[in-house]
C-alpha cells in the first residue's frame, strides 16, 4: 500500500496524558500536513512541515501541541496534557511539493478520543 | 479559520438522478479540489482544477473551477448507491498555496 499511511486508527486518553499521532507519508513525497476534523465539520489546517522543518503552524495552537517530521522516520503530531476538547479526528496529508499544483493526499486519520 | 461556504448541506436522492453541489468563497482561490469521505476514513481526491474556468471529468464525475475564481462546482450524473459520503470543496487561496481551505460539506445519501 502506497498510500499516506497514519497509526494509531483509534487513541484513547485521559486527561492530562500525552497523545502521539504518526504519518508516514507516500513515497517520494517529503511535504507533510496535519488537519483536524470536529464531527460534521470541514478539516482545519494546523501545520506543514518539510523534512526537519517547520513551513506554516499557523493552525496549530501555541500550547501543548508540536509536531516533527525527522529526516528519518514518521512525522509525529504531539499533544501534551490534552483535554476534553482535544478529541477529534487527525488526518495527515503529503504531496510530492509545494504550491497550487501538487495535489494533498489523506490517510484514513487518528481518531482521538479523550477521557 | 477561513471555511468555504458550500452548498447544499444535505442531498436525498434516487438512485440515477443527477447530482450539483457548489461551493463559494469571499477570495480568490489558485485552487480548487474536491475530496469524498466516507465514514472512518480519509478525504479521497476526486478531481483537481488549476485554472479559471476549467472543466474537468473523472467518469461520472464533472467539476468546474469558476471565471471568478471564487467559486467552485461538482456534478455527479446518474448517481449509484456508492456514491454516498461526504464530498467537501477545498482550495488554495491565492497567496498561501501551502494549506488547504476546506469546505463545510455537502453529505449525499442515495436511495435504490
Known amino acids: 500500500n502506497a498510500g499516506v499511511m497514519q497509526n494509531p486508527r483509534h487513541l484513547v486518553r485521559r486527561r492530562g496524558q500525552e497523545a502521539r499521532l504518526r504519518c508516514s507519508p507516500m513515497?517520494?513525497?517529503?511535504?507533510v500536513y496535519w488537519y483536524r476534523q470536529l464531527p460534521e465539520e470541514g478539516l482545519k489546517f494546523m501545520v506543514y512541515?518539510?523534512?526537519?522543518?517547520?513551513?506554516?503552524e499557523s493552525g496549530m495552537p501555541k500550547e501543548r501541541f508540536s509536531a516533527e517530521f525527522p529526516k528519518e522516520g514518521p512525522s509525529i503530531l504531539r499533544i501534551q496534557q490534552v483535554v476534553r476538547g482535544d478529541s477529534a479526528a487527525y488526518f495527515c496529508a503529503s504531496s510530492i511539493g509545494t504550491g497550487a499544483i501538487q495535489p494533498q493526499h489523506f490517510g484514513d486519520g487518528t481518531r482521538l478520543s479523550i477521557l | 479559520g477561513q471555511q468555504l461556504n458550500q452548498s447544499p448541506q444535505s442531498m436525498f436522492i434516487q438512485e440515477g438522478e443527477d447530482v450539483s453541489m457548489n461551493c463559494t468563497s469571499s477570495s480568490i482561490f489558485n485552487t480548487w479540489l474536491w475530496y469524498k469521505q466516507d465514514p472512518g476514513e480519509g478525504p479521497v481526491l476526486l478531481i483537481a482544477l488549476y485554472k479559471a474556468g476549467e472543466l474537468t471529468s473523472n467518469g461520472r464525475l464533472t467539476a468546474q473551477f469558476g471565471i471568478t475564481r471564487k467559486d467552485s462546482f461538482l456534478n455527479i450524473s446518474a448517481s449509484i448507491p456508492s456514491d454516498v459520503g461526504i464530498y467537501f470543496c477545498?482550495?488554495?487561496?491565492?497567496?498561501?498555496?501551502?494549506?488547504?481551505?476546506f469546505g463545510t460539506g455537502t453529505r449525499l445519501q442515495v436511495f435504490p
Open positions: 477545498a482550495g488554495h487561496a491565492l497567496y498561501n498555496t501551502d494549506k488547504l481551505i
Open positions: 512541515l518539510q523534512k526537519e522543518n517547520i513551513i506554516d
Open positions: 513515497k517520494g513525497h517529503s511535504h
